[in-house]
């Protein structure tokens, strides 16, 4: 089993829709949760960082489940600028860069 | 300020050559990272350095040497290049390494092995 799991997509939505990505991870001992989104052939950029009491940003919810072991990413109101691929990361211990990054969620929004 | 700097962006290598993929970074971060993303994979740590003479390996270091002689350079080595290793490549930092900090990422090299 892969330490963090996502379901590839695609996800095709139209403008307006609202869509909800999962993740779920394998070591309870994971201690930090990021939502990085990535462009087509460009560097990932961070999108949130995962909350335990969950957080939202502008139109973007980002959850946390522990009891689960999963994490939530949700975008309401679908902008054709949110077409991307969505990466789900987590950190073990203390090192970011040694992260664990799912393989991506790729979002199509269309008109 | 230029943040990561990664070049080339584009190289295609014959089987068995080498080459130095070149990162640097003006942001005065300590640590350093370099990564490989597969299509329709996500980001495999290769190695790391925690700051100057200081490296360590990643989840997948075979073929691969990196040297960090300074804090703003952090160049990732291929010796022997095998179809395999056809890949993009990223650079990133962090500012002090700690678990909850972003990453930075340069915009990438992609290469070809042929």
């Known amino acids: 089993r892969k330490e963090v799991e996502q379901d590839p997509g695609p996800f095709n939505v139209p403008e307006g829709a609202t869509v909800a990505f999962n993740c779920t991870y394998s070591?309870?001992?994971?201690?930090?949760f990021f939502w990085y989104r990535q462009d087509c052939r460009k560097e990932p950029k961070l999108l949130m960082s995962v909350y335990s009491s969950g957080n939202e940003d502008g139109r973007f919810t980002a959850q946390l489940n522990r009891a689960s072991q999963y994490i939530s990413l949700l975008i309401r109101d679908s902008k054709l600028s949110d077409s991307a691929t969505y990466l789900c990361?987590?950190?073990?211990?203390?090192?970011?860069?040694?992260?664990?990054f799912g393989d991506g969620t790729t979002l199509t929004v269309k008109p | 300020n230029a943040g990561v700097t990664q070049t080339p962006k584009f190289r295609i290598l014959k089987i068995g050559q080498s080459m130095t993929l070149q990162c640097t970074q003006d942001?005065?971060?300590?640590?350093m990272y370099w990564y490989r993303q597969d299509p329709g994979m996500g980001l495999k740590l290769i190695y790391y350095?925690?700051?100057?003479?200081?490296?360590d390996k990643g989840e997948v270091p075979n073929g691969y040497n990196v040297s960090r002689s300074t804090t703003e350079d952090f160049p990732l080595r291929l010796e022997l290049a095998a179809p395999s290793q056809t890949s993009v490549y990223f650079c990133a930092t962090t500012k002090t390494g700690g678990g909850g900090e972003k990453l930075f990422f340069g915009s990438g090299t992609q290469l070809s092995v042929l």
């Open positions: 990361v987590e950190i073990q211990g203390t090192n970011a860069g040694k992260s664990t």
């Open positions: 942001m005065n971060h300590n640590y």
């Open positions: 070591n309870s001992a994971s201690q930090s």
């Open positions: 350095s925690v700051g100057a003479g200081i490296t």
